[in-house]
């Protein structure tokens, strides 16, 4: 027979068994947790009889209350998007000259274009849209397809060089490793492109400088112009102003010509409303620092 | 330890070796330029690794009767000490993504480094290499004691013990190599989990014969939780694992359900893994060393029946939390919802239990790190549960769904309850397996203590701060109605939550280490006279058996 013992400590009986040492006593429930635990039941209860709950062959307790998660998303989004219709509907109906003159749609601009673009350009452009090595920075006055919102929004649409039929399409040639231009002739169109951004580049000989003027008239004008100032209807950049995106360095300049280049940007229109891209591109023109 | 097999057994390990040895063999043919067949070599080498060192001692001297009349405790002492080791390893690579989080061009740009494969050797690591074999370890020795009766054989523990380290070692390894069902907390493939069957029927059976032979009238609390990890970890394991090979020589498999029928599959599994492995497993381990150590009786027999069963039952249905919100229907979320806040009360009876079983002894608590790790695994058990039901309620979880709250959440679980209360089960076991008066290094104990207590506390606060932020941020509408804040500038929100995170997993780690190194140093030192053990051996078959009570 068990041999039930009081434990002097807590006054209650132990349940007389034994193992290996470890005694338990024959403490009862305490009240409060059948109290806890009908508390919690009732709660269930309440929450099978109001919400959808139990399964029932091939459809299930709907609940009093009728409520329909997806329902209630589909409302609050179409709730949400009235809300934001005074204002929505302005952005999409008017141009973008208009919409910058209104400094009530330019403070929505700024708010919501902030997470979209994090969101959505941060990635490679930066949070501050500095951009990086091969991701232009934003905030300069130097625009490879132009900087107008226009130009910027279409380029959000189609992307560069990307999967959509109209993408902005732009490619240089690789001038070294094609053999287009030998190694020297490139040594002197780097000279010279470098003397374009930086005049006070004194280690420059006059004559390297010189030739690759001509090498450059002969090869890179058609794309960059007679005066390297770039064209925005080819992608091709402005090569006298201080913004790289690869790198003005000798080094990356001839890594450049030797090797072309050729720069992504994927297309956005499956991805965002025309609305959204409309609201990046006037923020990344907010976004402009005038030159240095 | 081939020294305690007997002959027979010797030779059925042979068997067993050879045969898995051939295994792997087949499997390195048919999965040649496939991490299979690396797996294949894998276990052919562990396997010819283990037939010599069978050969090597087949002709010791065969284990004298008088073994029947202590303990098997070897395969006990393996696996405490592999527990450990596995701790620090995994415990190592939890931090080292942890700071890959804050520094995320940690990588070094090579595959095996980047967060998704070294995530789950941290996950799989610390839960089945240190929980598991903590479990089972301890699961060795306290079905022993509480059933007065000696393992049935030598071979078997050894088998379930080896058997499951080989399968997280192919676990891991694989994960580096990139194989992974994506299946969380059931990351291994197909032939891991074939092979972890194998492991577990044999401990599920190891474990029934043991009591089959016990020479107490009744069955332990400890046992049932045992048992019931056991039993439903099997259950689970083999449900969620359903899945069809893509060839006979690939490690690459499909599971057998889709869509939202395989994400509700999975959070069945992956919650009931935290139920019946990360708990229920873990109340065994404290039903036993509690009271022992803190030398008194279990507070109330009562309730931990109404605990049991009510953990045993609700927490079955409480997966569906998991995937509130998403496309599961709406009725599975509220059900799950409601049986997740009716489990609160079995959770918190049992922490009661636990907390009221020291009352008497909170001079102990005091004095003894040993017994305040497993107080204060009591608390942390009480403080998850609380926020686990919360976390389930919806609304609650709108908020913190996906969030590094969830995180948090599952580490004051995994560092203040399990790895807490395996602490103490590991430091009071230690001694006492090993024949000692006390740790090598009480004052270790007490370092370790603080340590492991200070990163959980840092750990979780971090995260609960980062979560809560994150959450809040998602959440926030500026006046134009459009979200406040990209998603990036939450990342940069949480920096620096992830460095103190990552800080606190230092203190974590640390305490580990500095845990295996003292239980080293204790089993290095001299053991104490034998005659002060004579109590601690069961029952021989031929005495006659203790009355209830006696």
């Known amino acids: 027979m068990a041999k039930e013992e009081r434990d002097p400590h807590t006054g209650y009986l132990t349940t007389g068994h034994e193992w290996n040492g470890i005694i338990e006593l024959n403490t009862p429930v305490p009240r409060i947790i059948y109290f806890f635990l009908g508390a919690a039941f009732l709660f269930s209860v309440v929450y099978w009889i109001l919400m959808p709950t139990w399964p029932l062959g091939t459809t299930y307790t709907k609940g009093l209350l009728d409520s329909d998660q997806r329902a209630y998303v589909d409302n609050t989004i179409k709730q949400a998007a009235l809300q934001r219709a005074d204002w929505t509907a302005r952005i999409e109906k008017e141009n973008y000259a208009d919409i910058q003159k209104d400094p009530r749609l330019m403070e929505v601009v700024r708010e919501t274009g902030r997470a979209l673009f994090g ?13 990086g090595k091969g991701f232009p920075n934003l905030t300069t006055q130097s625009w490879l397809w132009g900087g107008t919102p226009d130009a910027i929004a279409e380029t959000i649409r189609v992307g560069i060089n990307s999967a959509h039929p109209e993408t902005r399409t732009s490619q240089m040639p690789a001038f070294g490793h094609d053999g287009m231009l030998k190694s020297n002739e490139i040594d002197n169109v780097v000279a010279f492109v470098r003397s374009l951004s930086n005049p006070s580049t004194k280690d420059l000989p006059a004559a390297k400088v010189a030739a690759g003027k001509t090498l450059f008239a002969a090869n890179c004008a058609a794309c960059h112009g007679e005066d390297a100032k770039g064209n925005s209807e080819v992608g091709a950049p402005n090569l006298t102003d201080p913004f790289w995106i690869y790198g003005g360095d000798a080094q990356t300049i001839e890594t450049t010509v030797w090797g072309g280049r050729q720069g992504h940007m994927p ?5 965002l409303s025309a609305l959204d891209r409309k609201i990046l591109a006037l923020y990344i023109v907010g ?4 030159n240095p | 330890m081939i020294a305690e097999l007997t002959t027979n057994e010797r030779q059925t390990a042979l068997v067993i070796l050879l045969a898995l040895a051939v295994t792997g063999l087949a499997m ?12 294949g070599a894998l276990v052919m080498v562990v396997a010819i690794a283990g037939v010599f060192t069978v050969i090597s001692g087949y002709y010791a001297p065969e284990p004298s009767d008088s073994r029947l009349d202590s303990y098997y405790d070897t395969p006990t002492k393996f696996g405490i000490v592999v527990a450990m080791i596995w701790a620090v390893i995994a415990m190592f690579v ?5 700071w890959l989080l804050a520094y995320p061009n940690l990588t070094f740009d090579a595959a095996w480094s980047s967060f998704g494969r070294l995530r789950p050797v941290h996950t799989s690591g610390v839960i089945f290499g240190f929980g598991g074999n903590a479990l089972i370890a301890t699961s060795f020795y306290v079905m022993q004691r509480t059933s007065r009766a000696r393992l049935p054989d030598q071979l078997s523990p050894w088998f379930v013990l080896l058997g499951y380290n ?7 390894t694989g994960y580096l190599m990139g194989v992974t069902q994506s299946k969380e907390y059931a990351e291994p493939e197909w032939y891991a989990d074939i092979w972890l069957v194998i492991v577990w029927v044999a401990y599920f059976v190891l474990y029934l014969r043991t009591l089959a032979r016990r020479k107490e009238p009744h069955i332990y609390v400890a046992n049932w939780y045992y048992l019931a990890f056991i039993l439903v970890v099997a259950m689970l394991h083999i449900v969620n694992n359903l899945a069809v090979p893509i060839s006979w020589g690939s490690a690459k498999s499909y599971s057998l359900f889709s869509g939202v029928q395989d994400a509700m599959t999975e959070w069945w599994y992956g919650h009931n893994a935290v139920a019946f492995f990360l708990t229920s497993g873990f109340l065994g381990m404290l039903y036993y060393y509690m009271p022992k150590r803190a030398g008194r009786p279990i507070y109330s027999y009562r309730m931990s029946i109404i605990s049991f069963w009510g953990i045993t039952f609700f927490y079955m249905w409480a997966g569906s939390h998991h995937l509130h919100y998403t496309a599961l229907p709406q009725w599975v979320q509220s059900l799950g919802m409601t049986f ?10 049992s922490a009661g239990n636990a907390l009221m079983t020291l009352n008497g002894a909170w001079n102990k608590v005091r004095d003894d790190a040993v017994l305040r790790f497993m107080m204060v695994a009591a608390v942390f058990y009480g403080l998850t549960t609380f926020e686990g039901s919360f976390m389930a309620i919806r609304p609650v979880n709108s908020l913190s769904h996906y969030t590094d709250w969830t995180v948090g959440h599952v580490h004051a679980g995994a560092l203040g309850w399990v790895a807490m209360i395996t602490f103490g089960a590991i430091y009071a076991s230690v001694p006492w397996l090993w024949k000692r008066e006390t740790m090598y290094s009480p004052r270790l104990v007490e370092v370790h203590f603080w340590l492991a207590l200070a990163g959980t506390v840092i750990y979780v606060f971090a995260m609960w701060n980062s979560g809560i932020i994150q959450g809040l941020m998602w959440r926030t509408y500026n006046e134009s109605g459009t979200l406040a804040y990209s998603f990036v500038d939450s990342l940069v929100a949480m920096h620096p939550y992830y460095i103190a995170r990552a800080v606190g997993g230092v203190f974590f780690l640390l305490g580990t280490a500095i845990g ?6 204790t089993i290095r030192t001299a053991p104490r006279a034998a005659s002060e053990l004579a109590a601690d051996r069961p029952v021989l078959a031929g005495a006659p058996a203790l009355q209830a009570g006696e």
Request: glycine share 10%; with cysteine; charged share 15%.
């Open chain 2, 166 to 172: 080989l399968f997280c070692i192919v676990a891991a």
């Open chain 2, 28 to 39: 390195a043919i048919a999965g040649q330029g496939d991490p299979f067949g690396v797996h």
């Open chain 1, 267 to 271: 297309t956005w229109e499956s991805r």
């Open chain 1, 287 to 290: 976004l402009r620092k005038p």
């Open chain 1, 119 to 131: 969101d959505n350009c941060a990635a490679c452009h930066g949070r501050e849209a500095q951009g």
């Open chain 2, 340 to 349: 997740s806040v009716m489990l609160l009360i079995p959770s918190w009876v």
């Open chain 2, 516 to 521: 295996l190194y003292n239980i080293w140093m």
């Open chain 2, 94 to 98: 939890g931090d080292w993504v942890a």
